[in-house]
């Protein structure tokens, strides 16, 4: 495994990737994360989609999304962008209440638009610099700018100060295998489309995240014709 | 066979008029919901027979995608040190890798219904972006964007966004790497191993 990162990086470590300085280590955690992967984490999800039926994982999905959706609300103040902050705090009373402790995203159906924020982007928006592209072990692809995003939202995360640690563990695996199970369709996807999956998760990676930085309306690449 | 002349001729006026007469959000919504329809009732589809998906994809979808302008994009600064027989290599290759990513997607759809946002477009407007959400059972929507631009032949999509990730930029990263590597030909070959191999794949599952 390591040795054929060696011979990946070998080939590349020449082209100009100035936001890949560490392209040989992340290779190699790479395939390490790749090979967690299917040797755990994609069997379990498997499993768990072959259980649950689809309102079960919607149900889920909901419920952790209805908890990340304070934690948006508090990233839109800091980004000073009250109106988004105000409809996802919105979101969370409505969804808790109304939508049974989160089970159910009535909100989206009474118009309020779910958003998607966390510690990375506020630093973005603010003017951080993104850093070197690094893969870390479990959590994947960042840049050293949502690496330290990564920090503050476990730090902030309200399923990690469960106090029950059975109870916190639980809802983190659930969590996690729910997240992969999402992400079975696009498995067979992305292996048909790319020529080099290291290097086309990287790029969609900083993509999106640049993207989600300036929601959705980054200024236009220069080189695009 | 009549019967299967004015069924092709119509299909075609259809396809036309479809491509002169519509607003690009419109168009993007037809075709979808077209494609999504039949995609429901088959169950090889459903079932994986990616070769049924390709010929529904080729039917229907890529009459309206302007791959040249697509691997143009892709290609980057390296297009015009390009010869013009390189270029429609190029173009092929890029070609049949979208259309077996498309058809592959196609196999894994499962209910998932879509949302399309209407375009804010003035008339003089010759290129623009039509977002669409799409909403899965059991997971997060992910939003889906179409670019396109008007041509003489309509509307036609030169790039697609899936969740804030362009796929026209994403290969340019990948495609300048493999041209570093090993020039034009290089990716060309790189190319054809990629289709080749999935062809292969795909060959010896069905």
């Keep these: 495994m390591a040795a054929a990162a060696t011979v990946l990086t070998g080939g590349c470590a020449t082209t100009a990737n100035g936001k890949d300085p560490i392209e040989g280590f992340n290779r190699a955690m790479f395939a390490f994360n790749e090979g967690l992967d299917s040797a755990v984490i994609r069997p379990v999800a498997k499993g768990y989609e072959f259980v649950t039926p689809d309102f079960v994982r919607t149900g889920v999905s909901n419920f952790f999304g209805n908890i990340a959706d304070a934690l948006i609300a508090v990233n839109n103040l800091l980004q000073g962008k009250g109106v988004e902050a105000a409809s996802d705090a919105g979101r969370f009373v409505v969804n808790s209440t109304v939508g049974i402790l989160g089970l159910f995203d009535v909100a989206t159906e009474w118009g309020l638009e779910k958003h998607e924020e966390d510690f990375g982007q506020t630093f973005g928006r603010w003017g951080m610099d993104t850093g070197a592209y690094v893969v870390l072990p479990l959590f994947g692809p960042r840049n050293v700018r949502d690496g330290v995003g990564l920090v503050f939202d476990m730090a902030a995360d309200p399923v990690g100060h469960v106090s029950d640690p059975s109870t916190r563990n639980a809802l983190t695996a659930l969590r996690l295998v729910n997240d992969r199970a999402g992400l079975l369709p696009a498995d067979k996807i992305i292996d048909e489309a790319a020529l080099d999956k290291y290097s086309y998760l990287r790029d969609a990676y900083l993509q999106r995240r640049r993207n989600l930085v300036f929601d959705g309306r980054p200024p236009k690449d220069p080189d695009f014709e | ?206």
């Design chain 2, 1 to 206: 066979m009549k019967y299967f002349l004015a069924l092709l001729t119509g299909l075609l006026m259809t396809l036309g008029a479809a491509a002169q007469a519509l607003s690009p959000d419109a168009l993007v919504k037809s075709v979808t919901n077209d494609v999504l329809d039949i995609v429901r009732k088959d169950k090889d589809i459903q079932a994986g027979n990616t070769r049924k998906a390709v010929e529904l994809a080729e039917a229907k979808v890529l009459p309206h995608f302007d791959f040249a302008h697509m691997t143009r994009l892709a290609v980057g600064k390296a297009w015009r040190q390009a010869s013009p027989a390189q270029q429609q290599a190029l173009t092929d290759e890029f070609r049949t890798l979208l259309v077996r990513t498309y058809s592959k997607a196609l196999t894994e759809y499962r209910n998932q219904t879509i949302d399309f946002k209407p375009v804010k477009m003035q008339a003089a407007d010759t290129d623009v972006v039509v977002r669409t959400l799409v909403q899965q059972p059991g997971g997060k929507p992910v939003e889906i964007d179409y670019s396109l631009d008007k041509t003489d032949q309509g509307w036609k999509v030169y790039d697609i966004s899936v969740a804030a990730v362009s796929l026209v930029t994403n290969y340019r990263g990948s495609f300048a790497q493999e041209i570093s590597a090993g020039g034009i030909d290089g990716l060309i070959g790189t190319l054809r191993t990629k289709n080749g191999g999935s062809e292969a794949a795909v060959a010896s599952k069905q």
